[in-house]
C-alpha cells in the first residue's frame, strides 16, 4: 500500500488518459512518479543529464515512456529539451520538477562551488523549465506544473544551507508563477516530501545511525517512501485539483508538526 496508486485502479478517476507529462528528474521520485502516471493512462516524456540513470529508468517503465538527456540548470538546454518534449507529445499538459541535489555542510565550510552547483540545479532547472513549459500552458489556456520542494525550504535544519535557500526559493518562485498564471488555467503547486528514502538520501541514511536518528523526528515513526509521492502528484495533476494553486503540500509524515 504506502500510498502507491495502482494502475488498474487510477486511470478510472483521474483523468489522465492521453494527456502529455515532462517528469525532470529520472531518480527515485521521478521514477516513481513517470511508473504511476503511465499507469494512470498517461504518455510520458523523461528529462535528465544523467544518460545513465535515464535508460536504468526507462526499462523499468511499461508504456510510452521516452527520454532526453539535458542539462537542465543551463537555459537554452531547459528550452531545447522543453521544445523536444513538445515534439514527442504533442502537447504538454503536466509538468513535474523532480530535479535536485544537496551538499550537507556546515554554512563555514560552504564552498562558492557548493553554493552554486546547488543553486543551479535545484532552482535555475525549476525556473527554466516551468518558464519555458508554462509559456505554451498559458497560450493554450491549460496546464498542470509540480515542482518538488522539500521541508527543508521550511525547517533550518544545521547542514543544510544551500539546499534549503534553494527549496525556500521554490515555494515563493512557485508561488509568484501560480498567480501570474492563475488567469490562464494554468495551476502551480509545489510537494514538500519529509524524510524520504531516495536516491539522494540513501548514503545519509545508512552512516552513523542517521536512519534511526530522523525516525525519532518524525510523529508516524518512520520515513517515507517515494510511491508515497507519486499520490498527491497525480492529484496535484488532476482535474480534481482544479481549485488548487499556489500551494505547498507537505507529505512529511508530521515532521512540520514537530
Known amino acids: ?90 502537447e504538454i499538459d503536466i509538468f513535474i520538477h523532480c530535479v535536485g541535489i544537496n551538499q550537507r555542510k556546515p554554512v563555514l565550510d560552504v564552498s562558492e562551488d557548493d553554493w552554486t552547483k546547488v543553486l543551479r540545479i535545484n532552482l535555475d532547472s525549476a525556473f527554466w523549465l516551468a518558464q519555458s513549459v508554462g509559456r505554451s500552458m498559458v497560450e493554450r489556456g491549460f496546464g498542470r506544473i509540480i515542482i518538488l520542494s522539500s521541508v527543508s525550504g521550511l525547517l533550518a535544519h544545521p547542514d543544510h544551507a544551500p539546499y534549503a535557500a534553494s527549496k525556500g526559493a521554490i515555494n515563493q518562485m512557485m508561488r509568484v508563477m501560480a498567480r501570474e498564471w492563475a488567469p490562464f488555467g494554468v495551476t502551480v503547486n509545489a510537494i514538500a516530501p519529509g524524510y524520504t528514502e531516495t536516491d539522494l538520501t540513501m548514503d545519509y541514511l545508512e552512516r552513523d545511525g542517521n536512519r534511526a536518528k530522523l525516525q525519532k523526528m518524525v510523529p508516524v515513526g518512520r520515513l517515507g517512501t517515494t510511491q508515497e509521492l507519486t499520490g498527491p502528484a497525480l492529484f496535484l495533476a488532476s482535474p480534481h485539483s482544479s481549485f488548487i494553486t499556489g500551494h505547498v503540500l507537505y507529505v512529511d509524515g508530521g515532521r512540520t508538526l514537530v
Not at 47 to 60: G, I, M, N, S
Not at 73 to 90: D, F, I, P, W, Y
Request: aromatic share 2%; glycine share 14%; with cysteine.
Open 1 to 90: 500500500m504506502n500510498g502507491e496508486i495502482e494502475p488498474e485502479t487510477s486511470s478510472s478517476w483521474l483523468g489522465l488518459d492521453g494527456r502529455g507529462v515532462l517528469i525532470a528528474g529520472a531518480g527515485g521520485i521521478g521514477s516513481a512518479c513517470a511508473k504511476a502516471f503511465i499507469g494512470g493512462g498517461a504518455r510520458i516524456v523523461l528529462v535528465d543529464q544523467d544518460q545513465a540513470r535515464l535508460e536504468a529508468t526507462t526499462k523499468e517503465i511499461h508504456g510510452p515512456c521516452k527520454a532526453i538527456v539535458a542539462d537542465l540548470s543551463v537555459a537554452t538546454s531547459a528550452r531545447m529539451a522543453v521544445k523536444q518534449a513538445t515534439e514527442v507529445l504533442g
